[in-house]
């Protein structure tokens, strides 16, 4: 088994990765497409995003938590996976029939069989992607290298083939292909290490969990898959463009944060199966006292320098996406702190009906305010309505975890954060005020701040 130091390095070294493959082929890709076929794609992708977040539920948090209590008897963790295969099978079927359905009444997705046809097979690829297997093992060395070597293939295509606004289909295609190569290779793979067999089926034990946790992760997701099908349906597709750019920008910075929970999730499920509590609750605050110091900073950062952001990575065309961003950015602390709450607690202890509750509570939110802000506020708005319902998330799950473990709010680490930033923040004001180009502003700023 390997250390949590090392899977935390092959972890960040992926997220790396996935910072450079955005930074490369992100800017490249919207300035070529354009706002109006970014959106489009964007608006394939988010509905896309919705049937595959349904069909796959909870199984990413809950594959992890299973395969991780089992990994070392061969005959249960065979079981799992052929239990988890199953209802993923099943689960499926039903996901690509609605997805089909949906495609066929949404009048600007009609218009478009081929990215609707790509769509059925990204659903399908992305739900025997089985990443939750692998982090289960603790294989992250496998997950890097894995990743690694299919991103280069797709940045490579990426520059030969995508070269005009109507090249938007190759782009899907691409994106999808990614998936379908890792899908493939990840379900071969596993034959090393399980065997499928129907006489290990017992799916009524993990049927419950699986939904209860499924409906937190698809209400974790749906702001990025949700909002963009509700904001194209409701406003055009530029709205989407530079909806679709400010998560994006948001992701990639966001990703780092994900790589700790992802690792530590593991190991964080070993000590519930054996009790210590105790150890459970050090390691969270220890976590969260790692994150805080991390998320300040860039928050702060991210908002002020929102316009250069923007502009670097997608060009003047998505000016729109600034004010997006920069009310996205407070995220890196509302969604980390809650996910800490959520991933390394709450799942880690069971807690699936307390997760089921609050999912509900912030799911009505999130209806009712797309349904009162979307259609007037188009990008701006879908940015409000995912920080609000966040928050909503985090309080819920703050007061869940004080009272079935008494992991409190960490207030100390916060505190500090703010007060040791703000001569950082006096300085890059009085550097936008040097006579430099806004860039060189930007970098300075940045540099100077984190430093201090």
Not at 101 to 120: D, F, K, T, V, Y
Not at 197 to 226: D, E, H, Q
Not at 333 to 354: E, H, P, R, S
């Amino acid at each position: 088994m390997a250390s949590i130091k090392k899977n935390l390095i092959y972890s960040i070294l992926l997220t790396t990765s996935s910072y450079i493959m955005s930074l490369v082929v992100f800017p490249y890709a919207s300035r070529i497409l354009g706002p109006s076929s970014l959106g489009i794609v964007g608006f394939m992708e988010g509905t896309v995003g919705v049937f595959t977040l349904l069909t796959t539920m909870g199984i990413n948090f809950l594959g992890i938590r299973e395969i991780a209590r089992s990994r070392h008897d061969s005959q249960a963790i065979s079981s799992v996976y052929t239990n988890l295969i199953t209802l993923l099978l099943i689960f499926t079927i039903v996901g690509v029939c609605g997805f089909i359905i949906c495609a066929s009444l949404i009048p600007n997705l009609r218009q478009h069989p081929q990215l609707i046809a790509l769509g059925i097979l990204s659903i399908i690829a992305q739900v025997f992607l089985i990443e939750w297997f692998y982090k289960g093992l603790e294989n992250f060395k496998y997950i890097t290298l894995r990743n690694i070597a299919v991103k280069v293939i797709y940045i490579i295509s990426i520059f030969f083939l995508i070269k005009s606004p109507s090249d938007y289909l190759i782009y899907f295609a691409l994106i999808v292909a990614t998936y379908s190569l890792n899908a493939t290779i990840n379900i071969i793979y596993a034959r090393k290490f399980v065997h499928f067999s129907f006489r290990y089926l017992n799916l009524k034990a993990y049927l419950k969990p699986y939904i209860s946790i499924g409906i937190y992760t698809v209400l974790a997701s749906l702001y990025i898959t949700f909002n963009p099908m509700f904001l194209g349906a409701t406003t055009n597709d530029i709205q989407v463009g530079y909806y679709s750019v400010s998560i994006k920008v948001f992701t990639i910075i966001f990703s780092s944060f994900t790589a700790i929970t992802t690792v530590l999730m593991p190991r964080m499920s070993v000590l519930t199966a054996n009790n210590e509590i105790e150890k459970l609750k050090e390691n969270s605050y220890r976590t969260i006292n790692i994150f805080t110091i991390l998320a300040t900073p860039l928050t702060i950062l991210g908002i002020y320098y929102s316009p250069q952001i923007v502009n670097i990575i997608s060009g003047n065309a998505y000016a729109g996406a600034i004010l997006p961003m920069q009310i996205l950015m407070p995220l890196l602390f509302i969604n980390g702190y809650a996910q800490i709450l959520n991933v390394q607690i709450l799942m880690t202890i069971n807690q699936d009906k307390t997760i089921l509750k609050n999912s509900k509570i912030v799911c009505a939110i999130l209806i009712l305010l797309n349904i009162a802000l979307v259609p007037f506020f188009g990008a701006i708005g879908s940015a409000i309505v995912w920080t609000t319902c966040e928050l909503a998330m985090l309080i819920l799950s703050q007061v869940a975890t004080t009272r079935l473990v008494n992991v409190r709010f960490y207030f100390r680490p916060i505190i500090s954060s703010i007060i040791t930033s703000i001569p950082g923040m006096a300085i890059i004001v009085a550097i936008s005020y040097l006579p430099l180009n806004q860039y060189i502003q930007a970098i300075i700023g940045c540099i100077v701040f984190l430093l201090m």
